[in-house]
Structure formats: C-alpha cells, structure tokens
C-alpha cells in the first residue's frame, strides 16, 4: 500500500444525513436518500464526501452521542445499505470520509452502561469517574462544557461524578487508558477495512486532560478549557493512531481543531509528526464575535477577516495542509453572514463568499446547500428549534439573567439549527425532502431557492460552484502557490495573489453592498478575467462583485 496525498486535490462535500434527503419518507433523511442524490454530487464535481455521524446512536446530538461504533443507526438505512452508499460512491470517483467521534460516546453505549453500573467493571476506567468534592456535594473541580452546562454529572446518589464536555448523553472516554485507544483504533480498521477513505476526527483537540483536573478562576465562558484543549498528550496519541492504523491505508484524518492556536495547530499536522493530514480551523468564523463566543455577536469586520486568513495561509505554507471552509452542520449559514445580504443580494453574495475562500490553499470543502445559497432558517419560537445546544443555552438564559439579553437577541441568527434546515431539492410541500412532515422546518423560501431551480438557471449559485470547482481541479498555482495579501487595510476590497513561479491567480471581492473604487483594479487589466460574478467589468467594482484573474 502506497499512502499518497490525495486529499490535497480533494473538494469534499459534507452531508448531514438527517437533513439531506428522505428515501424512506419518515421525516428524516437516511442512506438510501443519500444513494439516490450521488449523480448530483457527480454533477457538481465533487471528488469525497464527508458524512456526519450515521452510526447507531440515540440521536441527543443528532448522532454526535454514539452507541454503537459498528452499526448504522436504524432510521437511517442498515449496514448493507452504507456498503452499497460505499461502492457506488466509489463507483463515481466519490471518497467517503467517516465522523470519528471518540472524544466521547454515547451514555447509552455498553461500555458507560457497564461502568456505571459496577464500581469493579473494568469499563469504569473508560471514562473519567472522579469523586466529588465535599463527599460528593460538589463536582470534582468547577469546569463547565461546550452546551452551556457544567462539565460533570454526579452517578445516581453516589460520592462520584463524570466527565462529559457536551451533553450530559455524552461522557467523555478516558484516553489515558491505554484499552480505551485498542478500542479506537480497532473502530477505525474497521470502517478503514469496509474501505472508507478517512475520517473527519469530531473535538480531537480535547481528548488529552490535564490529570490534575483543577478548579479555574475567574470562571469565564468554557471554564477549564486549558486543562483539556491541546491536553499534554494529543500529540503522543495521535501519533499512536497514526502509526498503528493511519500508515497501513491510504487515508486521510481532518481533525477539528476547536480552540487551537496556529502553532498548536502546526504540531498537528507538520507531516514528518505523522499525527493528521490536515486541520480545521475556526479563527475565520469568530470574527463576528466576541471571545469564540457566538452569542455575543460583533459586526463583522472584513479587515479583521483578511487578518486571520492571512495569518493562517502563511503559516501553514510549507508547513501543512490546511482545509477551506465558511459553513458547516454547526454554523449558522454563509449566505447573510460576513457582510453579505442573504436577501435581493444573494446570488452575487454567495457567490463571492465561494470565490474567495475556494482559491486558497487547503482542501475546500461544501455543506450541504451550500451550493443553492441556501439561507438561515426562519425560527420563530424556541419550540421550533431541535438542537440540544440550543436549548440547554436557552434555558440557561432563563436561569442566568445577564444571559437572557444576548441569548435573546442572537439565538436564532445563530442556532445550529439554520444549517440543518432540510434540503431544498424542490417546490413540493416538503421541499422534495420528504413526503412527510419532516424533523425540523422547511425554510418557507423553497420555491425560490432549491436544486431544481438552480439546474434550470445557468446562472445559478450551484453552476457557478461547478465553475469554481472545475478551475480549481488540477490548478497547481492554487494548490501550491503562495499567498500574497494584496489590500490589507482596505474596509470593503478582500483581494489577494496566489503565486507559484511567474504564474499567477488574483481574487478581488468587494465585500460591501455598494459599488467601490480602487486603482488596484487597474493594476491587472493585462490579466485575463476567468471567474466573476458579474458579466460586464469596470474600473468600479460593483456590490459584492469578485473577480478571479490569471496571468498566463
Ligand atoms: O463540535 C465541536 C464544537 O466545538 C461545537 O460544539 C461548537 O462549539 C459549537 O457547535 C458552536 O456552536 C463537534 C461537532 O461538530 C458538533 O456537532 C457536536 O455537537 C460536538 O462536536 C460534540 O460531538
């Protein structure tokens, strides 16, 4: 077996199962549902996928709280069902990388049930049992997790408590325990044997804790955070991964690397540390935020975001591979965010979003309905929402008064939930989704943005992502050039230069909704105009205009 780099001419589409399309009409969508969509993926130019959690799983975090490893959830198909998925993606030049979740597993999962159950179960040691504090009166320090909860969950009536960073459905395995890495790594021959092409490794930044496990002050958003992001033995287990499974397949691992700065993120992937192929980073989507926190929203700032892209394409080049990114199951939509409108605007909007992120070096990827411009959901009640996070927040809100305010004001702008609004294919009543009501809301414009519409207009957001897909395939100045920002201070223009030799591709986006001028436009009228949103050019860069130029 001969490992190569294919994931650095990969464009990986993920998919969120529940949401992307319904076979069995139950309201949720599943693997046939997935099977029968791959033409369109083919059609878009997609060459991998990236498939959120499909395996067994009582869905408290919508498959991220997993049960069993080696089984598919029943609602979304049966293991037959993801071999055929498999192979007729592959059939199709499509890879299929899985969600790793091993941060944490489900509480439902045999081994929690076992070590819960019997102090003496060897399972205990799986996880992190700790005995509280004042004989069991208080949590064994006073860290708090992602979902706005504090971190531990006291066992029945008991002295002790365990760990869990997310849901209280979701303790967190204790990879100090070398049983506990035996069992990941056979998790992954599996699937790496059913001949899945790699992972995508869920908070792989957490799973190393500080074992002394102590109390922070002040106890700010996270409390504890320090103790366990980039812990003191990621890198040593990671690498452990990588040379007892990772070297023996021809895959690739994108870890998420939540919190993690450029140079813990380096160490992750310098390809000599044989530890991941690549990373996602999230500096990009907090700048319209403040401290990492989504709910207190800042305005965006599109310096502020020329910033941190150029911090990161310089650091990684040369250094390791980096992914692309601007939505994903997590975050609210692109579309309407960073500046750009999501109403009368949004084609060019959207468009320009894709342009200027696809063009950078890293493996770009699309989530779903990305490619339509799909839009946030239309919210309107706390009841219309699914997600845990959402509504652990909401009620912590109404518990914490100083929260209430920002909670308020932001929850629905930036609830998970818009990005896993069902799929719109179509203008039927459930968006051609489903036949049936499905789990969560369809977004009332459907009529109007779906995949049927936008197969129909050549002009469309989704074939312009074919453009951008196809310019990008093959192109080594985009792979490998380097990055040169070409405006730094300027508050609308977003232009940069992609280098490699005397060959050159130049991006310049106006990131503003009103027409801007500036000279550098002048600068590359030798250059040949290859990509832009709109038809006619001028001096004056028109609302949300881009343009990509070449020079050979
Ligand atoms: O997300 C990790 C993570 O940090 C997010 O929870 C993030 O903080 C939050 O979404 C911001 O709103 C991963 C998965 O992508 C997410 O879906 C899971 O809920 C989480 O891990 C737990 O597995």
């Not at 009368?344 to 699309?366: C, H, N």
């Not at 779903?368 to 009640?381: H, P």
């Not at 957001?461 to 074919?466: D, S, T, V």
């Amino acid at each position: 077996m001969k490992k190569t780099d294919w994931y650095k001419d990969a464009i990986i589409y993920q998919i969120y199962p529940r949401s992307f399309c319904d076979g069995n009409k139950d309201g949720l969508g599943d693997i046939p549902g997935i099977i029968s969509k791959l033409d369109y993926l083919k059609e878009l130019g997609v060459n991998c996928v990236w498939l959120s959690p499909v395996y067994d799983s009582p869905q408290e975090d919508n498959g991220y709280d997993i049960s069993n490893y080696r089984d598919i959830y029943k609602p979304f198909g049966t293991l037959d069902d993801f071999k055929k998925m498999l192979s007729e993606m592959h059939k199709r030049g499509i890879r299929l990388i899985m969600d790793l979740v091993v941060n944490h597993t489900s509480s439902e999962h045999k081994w929690f049930k076992e070590a819960i159950k019997d102090k003496n179960s060897p399972y205990r040691d799986y996880y992190i049992i700790k005995k509280g504090r004042k004989n069991g009166a208080k949590a064994p320090n006073n860290w708090s997790g992602f979902f706005g909860e504090k971190a531990w969950e006291r066992i029945g009536d008991s002295e002790d408590y365990y760990l869990h960073l997310f849901a209280k459905g979701q303790p967190d395995l204790n990879w100090e325990n070398p049983k506990v890495r035996e069992e990941v790594k056979d998790i992954l021959r599996y699937w790496l044997d059913l001949g899945v092409d790699g992972f995508r490794c869920d908070v792989i930044t957490l799973i190393s804790k500080d074992q002394r496990f102590k109390s922070v002050f002040p106890t700010i958003a996270i409390a504890g955070h320090q103790y366990y992001v980039n812990g003191p033995r990621l890198h040593e287990y990671l690498h452990e991964l990588y040379t007892d499974v990772y070297a023996n397949y021809d895959c690739m691992t994108v870890g998420e690397t939540v919190l993690s700065t450029l140079d813990q993120a380096k160490d992750l992937v310098l390809p000599e540390r044989q530890e991941l192929s690549m990373i996602f980073n999230f500096d990009h989507t907090d700048t319209d935020n403040h401290f990492g926190v989504k709910y207190f929203y800042k305005k965006f700032d599109v310096r502020k975001l020329k910033k941190v892209v150029n911090k990161w394409q310089q650091g990684l080049h040369g250094c390791g591979w980096n992914s692309l990114f601007i939505e994903n199951h997590d975050q609210r939509r692109s579309v309407g965010r960073f500046g750009t409108d999501d109403k009368e605007l949004r084609e060019v909007s959207a468009k320009m979003l894709g342009t200027t992120y696809f063009f950078l070096q890293g493996t770009p990827f699309i989530y779903q309905g990305q490619e339509i411009g799909m839009t946030n959901g239309d919210f309107q009640s706390i009841n219309d929402l699914q997600d845990v996070e959402a509504h652990n927040i909401y009620n912590l809100s109404r518990k914490v008064k100083i929260l209430k305010p920002f909670v308020d004001k932001t929850l629905f702008n930036v609830t998970r939930d818009n990005a896993r609004t069902p799929m719109q294919w179509d203008n039927s009543e459930f968006a051609g989704f489903s036949d049936v009501e499905p789990w969560l809301k369809v977004n009332s414009n459907k009529d109007a943005i779906n995949v049927n519409e936008s197969l129909k207009n050549e002009d469309s957001i989704f074939h312009y992502y074919q453009k951008l897909i196809s310019f990008r395939k093959g192109n080594e100045i985009i792979k490998d050039g380097e990055y040169i920002d070409l405006l730094k201070h300027h508050k609308h223009i977003f232009a940069y230069k992609r280098k490699l030799g005397d060959k050159e591709v130049v991006v310049i986006s106006n990131f503003s909704n009103k027409p801007v001028l500036n000279k550098l436009v002048n600068q590359f009228d030798n250059y040949e105009i290859v990509l832009s949103n709109y038809k006619t050019h001028s001096d004056v860069l028109k609302p949300y205009e881009t343009r990509v130029l070449i020079n050979y």
